[in-house]
């Protein structure tokens, strides 16, 4: 029982700063979309995206899938449908980082051609998802 609860632990933690992070960099996208190519602000935006998704979100990303599969694995959850509508959405959110990943790229190469009112948009997606994901696990639906 001890594993399982410093498995959860960790597995929350990584949650809590994946998701920081996955919250955060389509709002630095929106501000980086409104100024110009090459300002020192742009500069700026291009070193904290950079950093955000190198430092925080991509290990935590990591983390996070190892720990929760591992909980799955002690939990037996392979075989319930909450789990498997869970996983779905966990999948989509790992294309969504891999997205916003791109998106660090584009701007990093002064290539964006997405407006502000695209990443306002974009920046609710791992808000609904990550609802739904804690609705799935709390409530157990299914």
Request: with cysteine; glycine share 4%.
């Amino acid at each position: 029982m001890d594993l399982y609860l410093w498995l959860k632990s960790l597995h929350i933690i990584a949650i809590i700063a994946w998701m920081a992070g996955m919250l955060y960099l389509p709002r630095l996208f929106v501000y980086h979309a409104d100024v110009p190519v090459g300002s020192p602000q742009s500069e700026t935006f291009k070193v904290m995206e950079r950093r955000l998704l190198k430092a925080i979100i991509n290990p935590a990303m990591i983390a996070a899938w190892i720990l929760g599969l591992w909980l799955a694995y002690e939990l037996d959850a392979f075989r319930d449908g909450w789990f498997h509508a869970k996983l779905t959405l966990v999948l989509v959110m790992s294309g969504v980082h891999g997205y916003l990943s791109r998106c660090v790229k584009v701007f990093a190469k002064d290539e964006n051609t997405r407006t502000t009112r695209f990443y306002r948009v974009l920046n609710e997606v791992p808000t609904l998802l990550m609802i739904g994901i804690v609705i799935l696990v709390v409530v157990k639906p299914f």
